[in-house]
Structure formats: C-alpha cells, structure tokens
Nanobody, 126 residues
Framework: QVQLVESGGGLVQPGGSLRLSCAAS????????IGWFRQAPGKEREGVAC????????RYSDSVKGRFAISRDNAKRTVYLQMNNLKPEDTAVYYC???????????????????WGQGTQVTVSS
C-alpha cells in the first residue's frame, strides 16, 4: 500500500522549533522528489520546501528561507522538515507530497501529482 505519513506536529511557542517527518511506504522514495506544503484555515495550500530525489536540489519559499531546512534519509525512507524560529503565521496543517519529477513550479500543489500525506497540525502560539 502506497503511503506518505507525516508526523511531528504539535503546539509550540513563538521562537520554538519542531521537526516534521514524512515517512514513505509502498514505493521507492529514492526515485521521488518530495515537497512540503502547508494550508492555514481559509487560505490556499502553499509550497514551503522541496528536495530532489538525489538530494542535490533544495528549494524554499521566501517566507521560510533561513528558518526551515529540508533533508532526506532514503535508507530510512523518510524526509524531514526542521522548523526553527517558528512564528504564529507558520500555523497550518503541513503536508508532504511525492512526484517523480521536480518541476520548476514546485510551490504549486498541482505540480505534485503522485502521492500526498494526510497532514499534521502545527500550531505556533503563546
């Protein structure tokens, strides 16, 4: 069964950190680029970060650049999103997605057609 499962979300104070995990099963993770997206209530889903299948390419949205870091461990079939210096505006449901092709418009959720996870809630609040 093909699955992407996110974990690691929770409640954190502003300035705090969280590490999200995206665990893959049922397909060869090392053949896929992975993207992290988030969606806040009433807002469109937005791309946060992505990583190519060979870990050569990493991209970030301007809103998280310098605070978030994406990485992957293909042996563990897991992609991570380290989030530091979190802000209230980072509050959202975070999703990971997989596609065999990392497209130039990676931050567009419609560019990710293969697999999606169910999401994990991140809440940044004092």
């Amino acid at each position: 069964q093909v699955q992407l499962v996110e974990s690691g979300g929770g409640l954190v104070q502003p300035g705090g950190s969280l590490r999200l995990s995206c665990a893959a099963s049922g397909f060869r993770l090392d053949h896929y680029a992975i993207g992290w997206f988030r969606q806040a209530p009433g807002k469109e889903r937005e791309g946060v970060a992505c990583i190519g299948s060979s870990d050569v390419v990493r991209r970030y949205s301007d809103s998280v650049k310098g605070r978030f870091a994406i990485s992957r461990d293909n042996a563990k079939r897991t992609v991570y999103l380290q989030m530091n210096n979190l802000k209230p505006e980072d509050t959202a449901v975070y999703y990971c997605a997989a596609d065999m092709v990392l497209r130039a418009d990676w931050s567009n959720s419609e560019a990710w057609s293969d697999y999606w996870g169910q999401g994990t809630q991140v809440t940044v609040s004092s």
